[in-house]
C-alpha cells in the first residue's frame, strides 16, 4: 500500500485467530482473561506487529490518531504549516511536515525521509508544499548549525539564506517533549469521565512515522543489571528521526494566527522621519 516502497518488496497478511475453524472457542476466551496476555493480545488474537513491552507511546492507537489523507493533497488554506526537521550527514534527513489548526490541533500530513543534499532535500520539500512554500515556520535540530562535511556551510544557512525558510532551534529536552507528546496523543477524560479527542493526528499516507510510533522504545539493560537497577530513563537511538522531528514541532510552542495575517507597526505621530526619534 505504500506507492514509495522500492524492491525488493516484502508482504505480509494479518490473520486473526478467529478466521482458524479449528479452534475451540473456549479456548480462545481463556487466552483473552488470562492476565499474562494482558500485553500480548494484539499479537496473539490478530496477528498484528508490535513491540512486547517498553513503548514510548503505548497510547499510540491507529483507529484513533491516524486519519485520512488530505484531499487531493490540498493543504488547508487555515492552516499553519510547520515542519520538523532533523538534519544528516550520513543518515537520511527525517522531515515532518505538520499542520496546526485553528482549533489547536496537529496534523502531521506529509514526512520525507531522504539523503543528499539540502538543496535536493528543498527540492523535495516544494513539490510536496506546493504554493504552501515556504512553510510558515521551521523546527530544526541544533546539530543544524554545524558545517555540513558536504558544502563547508550549515544546513541553518542553507535553509535560510539560500531558501527562505524561517527557522526555529528545537528544544532539546526529550523528557518534556515525550511528555507534551504523551498528553497530546492522549488528553485525559473530562468531567464526567468521556475520554477528551486526541490533539494531534498523522495521516494514512506517512508510512514511516507511523511505523517508528509502534516501535519507539525504551533502552534496556543487556545483562542481568536490569534485575537490580531502575529501568533507562531514555529512549532507543535508532530509526527515530521522525518521532524526533514531530516532538521539536509539538515543543515549539507556537500558537495558532490566520496564516495571511500581518500586523503593520504602530507608529507615532511625532517620530522624525529623519532621526527616527521622539
Known amino acids: 500500500e505504500n506507492p514509495e516502497a522500492v524492491p525488493p518488496y516484502v508482504a505480509h497478511w494479518h490473520m486473526s485467530i478467529y478466521e482458524n475453524p479449528h479452534l475451540d472457542k473456549l479456548a480462545i476466551d481463556a487466552v483473552l482473561k488470562d492476565p499474562a496476555m494482558k500485553d500480548n493480545v ?41 515542519l520538523g526537521i532533523d538534519p544528516h550527514d550520513r543518515n537520511p534527513h527525517g522531515v515532518v ?3 496546526f489548526t485553528k482549533e489547536n490541533n496537529w496534523i502531521v500530513f506529509d514526512e520525507i525521509v531522504q539523503g543528499g543534499t539540502i538543496d535536493e532535500l528543498v527540492k523535495t520539500l516544494k513539490a510536496k508544499l506546493g504554493k504552501r512554500f515556504p512553510p510558515n515556520l521551521a523546527i530544526i535540530d541544533t546539530s543544524a548549525n554545524a558545517p555540513q562535511s558536504l558544502t563547508g556551510r550549515s544546513v541553518r544557512e542553507e535553509l535560510t539564506q539560500k531558501h527562505g525558510i524561517y527557522l526555529f532551534d528545537a528544544h532539546k529536552d526529550v523528557t518534556a ?40 522504545i525504551w533502552q534496556d539493560w543487556a545483562t542481568r543489571r536490569r534485575e537490580t537497577q531502575d529501568p533507562k530513563e531514555k529512549p532507543m537511538k535508532k530509526d527515530d528521526h521522525l518521532c524526533d522531528s514531530v516532538r521539536y514541532v509539538v515543543m515549539s510552542g507556537i500558537h495558532y494566527r490566520p496564516p495571511g495575517l500581518t500586523v503593520k507597526p504602530k507608529i507615532p505621530s511625532n517620530v522624525s522621519p529623519v532621526t527616527g526619534y521622539f
Not at 55 to 81: A, C, F, Q, S, T
Request: charged share 25%; glycine share 10%; with cysteine.
Open 177 to 216: 517533549g515525550r511528555l507534551l507528546m504523551s498528553e497530546l496523543l492522549d488528553p485525559g477524560k473530562d468531567a464526567n469521565g468521556k475520554p477528551l479527542l486526541p490533539k494531534l493526528y498523522i495521516t494514512e499516507n506517512c508510512y514511516n512515522l507511523r511505523r517508528q510510533l509502534k516501535h519507539y
Open 42 to 82: 494484539e499479537a496473539a488474537i490478530y496477528g498484528k506487529f508490535f513491540a512486547h513491552s517498553g513503548l514510548v507511546y503505548p497510547m499510540y492507537n491507529e483507529d484513533r490518531h491516524v486519519i485520512k489523507p488530505l484531499e487531493g493533497g490540498r493543504i488547508p488554506d487555515d492552516w499553519l504549516v510547520v
Open 97 to 99: 511536515i505538520c499542520g
